[in-house]
């Protein structure tokens, strides 16, 4: 029921009336209020289809205008405890799923405007044959817009080279090795081989150190105290949830939270987004995701 009524408030006709009456200027410095200096907030994206681009640079330039850009050394900073606070609040995008859109449309888009980017990549997904890659994606829930933006040859992934030149300028992320929920009922040795499995395979194809780990499916269903303990055993450097909040000096590494956008929205509703009020919807959420953590710790080890 909660979850049917917050999915209600970010998506129905409340939250699309609000976006469109309420200007952007205006939510934006709400956001100002909320979002102190020296914070960090992460947004995520799935699909960006390519019919998409001229909306998506759109919040882009709103971004420009209303957030200091987080680049990948200012994150590195941030999660040592010594990011410089600015005028504004920090903000760094980051986009799930490993998908061909990834790089084809966002990276270039980024460089454009000058952002920096955290890609979280599923590692099995980049090596399943581009035949296979349409049912494998609904298989495994993948978020992809290629049911209906068709590419001619198949392919709906990102290449393993494409993932490499990714690395040596964002952030790349392991996403588990077949985007898997690893919710309740999962059992140690199966978290452990969808974690370190991954880990060690996306090391392997970019050749740089995999330092975050990112939880598949918002749904509270979809975290476990086994999964918890293998991230902490495998000492991530940080760990991203899918539930909205700001991230600051005070926020467990393991627990940063990430605002949840679409492409295709109007900026009015992107803005009422990270506006702070979301923040609050998820706050019970996002400490039942902390009581997971604690949990972890009674999880025998393997």
């Not at 994206?45 to 205008?65: C, G, M, S, T």
Request: with cysteine; proline share 3%; charged share 25%.
């Amino acid at each position: 029921m909660v979850h049917s009524i917050i999915l209600w408030l970010r998506t129905g006709k409340v939250a699309q009336w609000l976006g469109y009456i309420l200007r952007p200027q205006l939510v934006a410095l709400f956001a100002r209020l909320f979002n102190q200096h020296g914070t960090i907030r992460i947004v995520n994206y799935h699909d960006v289809a390519p019919d998409e681009i001229a909306q998506f640079e759109k919040h882009l330039e709103f971004f420009q205008r209303n957030f200091y850009k987080v680049s990948m050394d200012d994150f590195e900073n941030f999660l040592n405890g010594t990011m410089t606070k600015h005028n504004k609040p920090g903000l760094l995008l980051s986009f799930d799923d490993g998908l061909r859109s990834h790089f084809e449309v966002v990276a270039p888009l980024l460089q454009k405007w000058g952002f920096s980017g955290l890609f979280l990549v599923p590692s099995e997904f980049l090596q399943v044959p581009r035949d296979e890659q349409m049912k494998y994606i609904e298989r495994h829930r993948i978020d992809s817009k290629a049911i209906t933006h068709k590419y001619p040859d198949g392919r709906v992934s990102m290449t393993i080279d494409e993932v490499r030149l990714l690395a040596k300028t964002h952030g790349v992320v392991c996403h588990t090795h077949s985007h898997r929920r690893l919710g309740r009922g999962i059992s140690l040795s199966a978290a452990e081989y969808e974690i370190k499995h991954s880990k060690e395979t996306l090391e392997r194809m970019t050749g740089v150190e995999i330092k975050g780990f990112g939880w598949v499916g918002g749904e509270l269903l979809s975290y476990s105290a086994e999964a918890a303990s293998i991230i902490k055993r495998l000492k991530f450097r940080y760990a991203l949830i899918t539930k909205a909040g700001l991230n600051n000096k005070k926020t467990r590494r393991l627990e940063l939270r990430r605002s949840s956008l679409d492409a295709f929205w109007p900026v009015s509703l992107v803005s009422f987004h990270l506006c702070g009020l979301f923040d609050l919807l998820y706050w019970s959420q996002k400490l039942k995701i902390s009581r997971v953590y604690k949990t972890s710790s009674e999880v025998n080890m393997l």
